[in-house]
């Protein structure tokens, strides 16, 4: 399988736009996800077939793709965001995580 | 709502066996996909295992192949983790999570999770 590569940590200020991407070299044909884990806490999915929000996650979540890179963004970037986000996708049946970034909002 | 309740996480020695079980309410199990992922201190998610709905498709990452085995029993509504063999790298709060019920199916993701049960392997 192939690896998911994601920048360790991300700093954005309260209100800024937050960019976290994930590339990965069969990013092009498949979907990603992405979870959220705040410190002592499962993981929460809040994007999922590299678009779409399932119910409940805020919309200043949004998720993108451009060619082996997919891309979360959270746009007015609040104090509750600070978490890990780690990306998922397949590789037929085997699920592959990225490294995680840690995202501080300053 | 969808409950995910792991248990017997625990201390074991290297090359001991141990029984992870995952108690699932709220949802018809029967006809999710359930998986198993672990966490080790400080580090990042890994995903450890998949079953399908009916139990008969397992999958496993490399680093447990041939050591962990997948089970469930839909009468019962619950996830087994069969691990053997175990390593001090094996040492992670363990996971379980079911699929989410949306979107195209070979790649829905983890949509819930339980709480995770620890486990510990000295050396």
């Known amino acids: 399988s192939y690896e998911l590569s994601q920048p360790p940590s991300v700093a954005v200020s309260p209100g800024q736009t937050a960019v976290i991407t994930c590339s990965g070299a069969?990013?092009?044909?498949?979907?990603a996800s992405w979870y959220q884990q705040k410190p002592g806490q499962s993981p929460v999915v809040v994007v999922y077939?590299?678009?779409k929000r399932p119910s409940g996650v805020p919309e200043r979540f949004s998720g993108s793709s451009s060619g082996n890179t997919a891309t979360l963004t959270i746009s007015g970037t609040q104090a509750l965001d600070e978490a890990d986000y780690y990306c998922q996708a397949w590789d037929n049946n085997l699920v592959i995580f990225g490294g995680g970034t840690k995202l501080t909002v300053l | 709502d969808v409950q995910l309740l792991e248990s017997g996480g625990g201390l074991v020695q290297s090359g001991g066996s141990l029984r992870l079980s995952c108690a699932a309410s709220?949802?018809?199990?029967?006809?999710?996909?359930m998986f198993w992922v672990r966490q080790a201190p400080g580090k990042g998610l890994e995903w450890v295992s998949t079953?399908?709905?009916?139990?008969?498709?397992?999958f496993y990452s490399d680093s447990v192949k041939g050591r962990f085995t997948v089970s469930r029993d839909n009468s019962n509504n619950s996830l087994s983790l069969q691990m053997n063999s175990l390593r001090a790298e094996d040492t992670a709060k363990y996971y379980c999570a079911s699929q989410l019920p949306t979107g195209i199916f070979s790649v829905r993701p983890m949509g819930s999770w339980g709480q995770g049960t620890l486990v510990t392997v000295s050396p």
């Open positions: 079953i399908s709905a009916s139990g008969v498709n397992t």
């Open positions: 069969k990013l092009g044909n498949t979907y």
């Open positions: 077939q590299g678009i």
């Open positions: 709220g949802f018809t199990f029967s006809s999710y996909v």
